[in-house]
């Protein structure tokens, strides 16, 4: 008698462990669903020179562009970048809403930082690896000379520029976490993601939440991911550098 209750027991309790590890099978499955891949760039095709989506993002007066090619590490395709005295990156443009996917992860691997690096410079203005998020410009968000400004630029170029962005740095001095503006401009904040030769030639895997990193750059509440790229550039300081890129995805809020 006793020993059919305690058996009972058991069999319940076990039943009871299957639905619930079943039901975190569904929720990781779920969450796996409703990633954003942005950056595919492990899935490597032959032939092929850039992911789909992806392009070059060159700038004006700047000559010499850092060199991307998709290459196979192994098994996994990543974007192999060399820079020597040069500066371009790549980029995908699209919207994504920082409120429904906040998170972004990667990978990257630095094999050097620059001895002349320096953050508070335009004459220091480069890193071995930037990850860019750039968000949409919102004219009712702006003064009138900045509407004037935007608008003129629009005229040229057919668009309007980002608003405003977030860059996740390789540093070479920087304390990791801080937050910073580009020399060039304000409308730019810096997040010291790594620095230092402390993880040199190693695979590393981030994680941030743009939607606070935003908030904690700019004090307000971010608009519209506009678009994601990398850049690998030296051509302030003159120096040289490889640097590899791994996957790029956006997770939803946990």
Do not use: C
């Not at 069999?11 to 079943?22: D, S």
């Amino acid at each position: 008698m006793q020993a059919g209750k305690y058996q009972k027991t058991f069999k319940k309790g076990v039943a009871t462990a299957g639905i619930i590890v079943l039901l975190l099978v569904g929720t990781i499955h779920a969450r796996a669903m409703n990633l954003l891949v942005v950056g595919n760039f492990s899935r490597f095709i032959p032939g092929k020179s850039l992911p789909d989506g992806w392009k070059p993002l060159a700038f004006r007066k700047i000559e010499r562009h850092t060199g991307y090619t998709w290459i196979k590490v192994g098994d996994i395709g990543v974007i192999k970048a060399v820079s020597r005295e040069s500066a371009s990156g790549l980029i995908r443009e699209m919207t994504i809403d920082p409120e429904k996917y906040p998170v972004i992860k990667w990978r990257w691997k630095v094999t050097g930082i620059y001895k002349k690096g320096d953050v508070t410079k335009k004459s220091g203005d480069d890193f071995p690896a930037r990850i860019y998020i750039t968000f949409a410009y919102n004219p009712k968000k702006v003064g009138f000379f900045e509407r004037m400004k935007f608008s003129a630029i629009k005229l040229l170029y057919g668009e309007y520029p980002p608003g405003s962005a977030i860059t996740y740095i390789w540093a070479n001095k920087l304390p990791k976490q801080a937050v910073v503006d580009n020399p060039y401009t304000g409308r730019i904040k810096m997040i010291a993601v790594e620095s230092g030769k402390e993880n040199l030639n190693t695979w590393i895997d981030e994680k941030r939440n743009i939607y606070e990193d935003y908030i904690k750059a700019f004090g307000k509440k971010p608009p519209l991911i506009s678009g994601v790229a990398i850049m690998t550039d030296s051509d302030n300081t003159g120096e040289s550098t490889v640097s590899y890129y791994g996957d790029i995805v956006f997770e939803p809020a946990p």
